[in-house]
């Protein structure tokens, strides 16, 4: 549960810093996804924990439109082999958006 883990990180390490992502998108046609969550899913549990930040006044990294480069809301296929695990590739989309968000908060 984020709620109680993000309460639990702030009376354990106050003065920590958290940076909370979204969840990428996937892409289950590419079959390396058991039991796939489908994208109405993972926008609305997005949506919840940008609230949650909000509230807790906590950074929030939205991700998912930046691994769909077609629109298609799926993980693209540049950045992974298996449609859920990044590749090389994606990794350093990942690091550049953190980086971009870390720049922002300081």
């Known amino acids: 549960n984020y709620r109680d883990l993000l309460a639990?990180?702030?009376?354990?390490?106050?003065a920590c810093q958290v940076l909370v992502h979204g969840l990428l998108p996937i892409d289950e046609s590419m079959g390396g996804v058991p039991n796939p969550l489908k994208v109405k899913e993972i926008r609305s549990l997005?949506?919840?924990l940008k609230q949650l930040c909000k509230k807790r006044n906590i950074a929030y990294l939205e991700t998912f439109d930046a691994?769909?480069?077609d629109g298609d809301e799926k993980l693209d296929i540049n950045y992974s082999w298996d449609g859920l695990?990044?590749?090389?590739?994606g990794y350093l989309v990942w690091k550049k958006l953190i980086e971009a968000q870390i720049g922002k908060d300081q």
């Open 8 to 14: 639990r990180i702030n009376t354990l390490a106050p």
């Open 85 to 89: 695990h990044l590749n090389p590739k």
């Open 46 to 48: 997005n949506k919840r």
């Open 67 to 69: 691994f769909d480069d």
